[in-house]
C-alpha cells in the first residue's frame, strides 16, 4: 500500500519505516527541512539504536522517502498536497505538548488535519485518515474529521475514513517493538475504516493479538496503559522511601511483589522518577481533561507528585552522605531520560541540577550520547558557564567529590569501583540512582554508597 505519515518524529519515522520494511511504500512528511534532508541522505534525524542502517536501506531501496512542507510556498504546497492525495491511508503522527496547566496542544494537530483535508479535495478515491499521536477521547471525531470535512468538503464514512490506531513504542528499543508490536488497537470510526487499516497490518506476524474497537476507546487505551505504568513507577518509588525508613531493600521487596501473576515485575523497579515525552505528558493531560469535565482525579495527581519529588531525593542522599554540599564538585552521568535514546524530554536529569546549583555545587553532566547532550544544552535555559559538560567517563568523574547515576546506560554498568576510587576525590560518594550496582562491591572498596530505597541509607 501506499502510505503517507505527517510528522518525522520517533514516533512517524520508527512507525514509516516499520511499514516500509513490510513491502510498503512511504513518504513521511515534516515542516523541517533539516529532518527531511537528514532523511533523504538515509541518516535519522535523531538517536534510536538499530534506526540508521533500518533507514538507510529502506532510502536506498526507494521505500522510504522525506518529503518537506513547506510553510508558505505555493509553488512547493501542491507537491506536498499531491504527496498525500496519491496514497492511500495518512497517518497524524505529530507531537501534542502540554499546555503551562497540563492540558494538550493541539496545535500541531489541528494543522495536520488541515493539510489533510486541502490534499483530499481534489481526490476522488477513498482514503483513510489514521491518528497514532496521543490525544484525548474525542479528538479524532470532534476535531480531526471536522477539520478534514471543512477544508475537504468531503463526508466521513463516504469519502473518507478514520481510525485511531495508538502507539505503545517504547525509546530505545522502538525498532523491535515497531516491527513486531505485542498488540495492535485499531480504534474505528466504521467498519471498512477499520478493514482498511486491518490490511496494512496483515503482513504483520498473525499471532500479534489485534483488538478492534471504537475510536474513543482506542484513544482511551493508550491514556489507561501509560496511566497504569506510570502509577507502577510511582508506586514503587513510595515504597522506597516507605522501605528505607525500616531498613528494608525495595529492590528485594519489589522482586517478591513481581512474582504475584497478577501483578508481574515490569514497572516496579524504584529510581529517581520517570521522564520522556510520554508519561509525564499524557498522565497530565488525561487529568487536565478529567477535571474539565469535573472529575476529581487524586490517583493521577498523587503519581504526578511524587514523580516531580523523586529526583530530589538524589540529593537528599548526597546531603545525607557528604554533608554540605556547598562548593561539591558533583558530576550528574546521564541527561536522557533514559538510555540508548537523545530524547531529553522530562529527564530526571535536569531537576536534580537545578537542586544541586540550589545548594552551590559546581556540577559537571555528562551522557554517552552526543545529541543528548545537545538536547539538555537547548532544555538548560541558563548561562552554560555554570555547568561543565564533560566528552567522556573518565573526565566526568576525574576530581569529584559526588557521583549520581541518573540513568543506566550500559556504559555506567561496566564502570567498576576501582575507577571511582582512583578518580575521584578522597571519601568518593557515590549515588546510584537506577540502582545499577551491587552495594557491597562499592562497599568494599572504599566508597560512600547510597540508593534509592536501599536498606542501608540510614
Sequence with gaps: MKVSIIGIGPVGLVTGAAFAEHGNNVVVADIDKERVNALNSGKPPFYEPGLDNLVKGLVSRGLL???????????????????????????????TP????????LEYIKKASIDIGTALKDKKEYHLVVSKSTIVPGTTEDVILKLIEEHSSKKREIDFGACSNPEFLLQGSAIAGA?????????????????????LYSDF????????????????????SNSLLATKI???????????RFGVDV????????????????????????????FPKDVKAIASASRSKGLKVPLLDSVLLINEEQPLRAVELAESAAGDLKDKDVCILGLSFKPDTDDVRETRALPI??????????????DPEPKAVNNFRKLFHQDFSIVNFARSIEEAIKDKDIVIIQNEWEDFKKLEPRIFKTLMKKN?????????????????EGIIYRSIGWKRNF
Excluded: H, Q
Design 234 to 244: 510511582s508506586f514503587a518509588n513510595e515504597m522506597a522511601n516507605i522501605c528505607e
Design 65 to 95: 522517502r522525506g518529503l518537506f512542507k513547506p510553510s508558505n510556498d505555493s509553488e512547493n504546497l501542491p507537491l506536498y498536497y499531491k504527496s498525500i492525495r496519491d496514497t492511500d491511508i495518512t497517518f497524524i503522527c505529530v507531537g
Design 428 to 444: 568518593p560518594v557515590l549515588i546510584d540512582g537506577r540502582r545499577i550496582y551491587d552495594p557491597e562491591i562499592f562497599l568494599k
Design 353 to 366: 541540577l537545578m537542586k544541586l546549583l540550589e545548594k552551590g555545587c559546581k556540577v559537571t553532566g555528562y
Design 251 to 278: 529492590y528485594e521487596v519489589m522482586e517478591g511483589v513481581g512474582l504475584d501473576y497478577r501483578i508481574n515485575p515490569g514497572f516496579l523497579r524504584a529510581g529517581v522518577g520517570f521522564g520522556g515525552s510520554c
Design 98 to 105: 502540554p499546555n503551562p496547566d497540563g492540558s494538550m496542544n
Design 205 to 224: 506476524d498473525e499471532k500479534i493479538p489485534r483488538l478492534k474497537v471504537g475510536i474513543k476507546t482506542a484513544e482511551m487505551i493508550k491514556y489507561a
Design 179 to 199: 516491527l513486531n508490536p505485542d498488540r495492535i488497537v485499531i480504534g474505528e470510526l466504521d467498519k471498512k475504516s477499520g478493514d482498511v487499516l486491518m490490511e
